[in-house]
């Protein structure tokens, strides 16, 4: 069982910045694919950004140029920065991990064994 600790979410104004953090338990995370996901009211869930377990980096349309997605082996952590966020962005930001795949990315929510509580990121106008 893997649990996963997600924290940095809040309130900004447009145009701040934003750092969302995610701890996991489990001794193998390096090998592990790494991804953030949100979901707005009303709307489906939907990939913003994945890590491979080599560094390979994917970033949907809407997150490129804005968002960087990190992984830290060491502390079993990955990392999401937010830069020049919108009020588009407003959304449940969850962190998942991929424990099957060793070859490639998923960017698809059910290729994801486990995943975080959530945690608010508030973008006002």
């Known amino acids: 069982q893997v649990q996963l600790v997600e924290s940095g979410g809040g309130l900004v104004q447009a145009g701040g910045s934003l750092r969302l953090s995610c701890t996991a338990s489990?001794?193998?995370?390096?090998?592990?694919?790494l991804g953030w996901f949100r979901q707005a009211p009303g709307k489906e869930r939907e990939v913003v950004a994945v890590?491979?377990?080599?560094?390979?980096?994917y970033y949907a349309d809407s997150a490129k140029g804005r968002f960087t997605i990190s992984r830290d082996d060491a502390k079993n952590t990955v990392y999401l920065q937010l830069n020049r966020l919108k009020p588009e962005d407003t959304a449940v930001y969850y962190c998942a991990v991929d424990t099957s795949r060793t070859v490639g990315i998923v960017t698809s929510s059910r290729g994801y064994d486990y995943w975080g509580q959530g945690t608010q990121v508030t973008v006002s106008s």
């Open positions: 489990g001794r193998t995370f390096s090998s592990w694919s």
């Open positions: 890590i491979s377990r080599s560094g390979f980096v």
